[in-house]
């Protein structure tokens, strides 16, 4: 009778504990659907102001889910490189190594050859994204800004690892979020901010000399004297 009883319970009403957790996890995906939406919204603006910026073609780019601040960024460079099908390769790859170890549960092979993969894509994405380091350097530096902002997003690296202690998880995430949060505001500081826009493209701005006061003051009071010319005297002869 006990275990009938149990097995025809409500989950919610027998177990609140339960009720709870699911109404947690509930609450942090809605959150973090916000909070993702807020900054794709965030940085869709401030990468189309950047384009707008340095007058690029198509500002519009820029709302390109993952890849517009990217086409941004490689457009603000002027860089000769296209590594972009590193980054195809990558994806690709990544792809069939996570399938070749949902299947290494049954062959072993297709578990060496999973990680091989995998080890192969992380290389090719690490390479791929030394150039948009560069690309972001670049960019930052076009609008007038220190290009060193673009290296903001690494000092995270050491954080993260660092909160995979269980102990020290909370503490160095919170750091973790406080650094992205930096980068987010020097990014808009960059985008909606008013340092002049390097337009190497356009050459040097031609200087221009400012005479001094004195020399202004002698230019005035100098005479003008005009030069005379002589006159010609108009003799008509008599017939």
């Keep these: 009778m006990a275990t009938d009883a149990l097995l025809t319970a409500d989950p919610f009403t027998a177990s609140p504990t339960s009720a709870g957790l699911l109404a947690m996890g509930l609450w942090a995906v809605i959150i973090f659907i916000i909070i993702a939406i807020a900054a794709y919204l965030y940085i869709s603006f401030a990468y189309m102001r950047f384009a707008k910026k340095l007058n690029q073609k198509y500002p519009g780019l820029a709302w390109i889910p993952g890849a517009g601040p990217l086409i941004v960024s490689y457009k603000a460079s002027k860089s000769s490189a296209r590594p972009w099908h590193i980054l195809l390769i990558g994806a690709v790859a990544m792809v069939i190594g996570l399938i070749l170890l949902a ?4 062959s072993t092979v297709s578990l060496v050859i999973g990680i091989i993969f995998l080890v192969a894509a992380i290389i090719l994405l690490i390479y791929f994204s030394v150039y948009t380091y560069i690309w972001s350097w670049k960019l930052f530096d076009a609008v007038g800004r220190p290009g060193w902002w673009a290296l903001i997003p690494l000092f995270s690296i050491p954080f993260a690892v660092l909160a995979l202690i269980p102990a020290l998880m909370v503490g160095f995430t919170i750091i973790n979020y406080g650094v992205t949060i930096w980068y987010l505001v020097m990014i808009g500081i960059a ?6 826009v390097l337009k190497k493209s ?17 230019k005035k009071a100098a005479p003008k004297t005009l030069a005379k010319r002589p006159s010609k005297k108009v003799v008509r002869k008599k017939k």
């Design 103 to 106: 299947e290494g549960t049954v």
């Design 202 to 218: 356009q050459g040097a701005v031609p200087r221009v000399e400012v005479s001094s006061q004195s020399d202004v003051t002698e």
């Design 191 to 196: 985008a909606w901010g008013t340092a002049d």
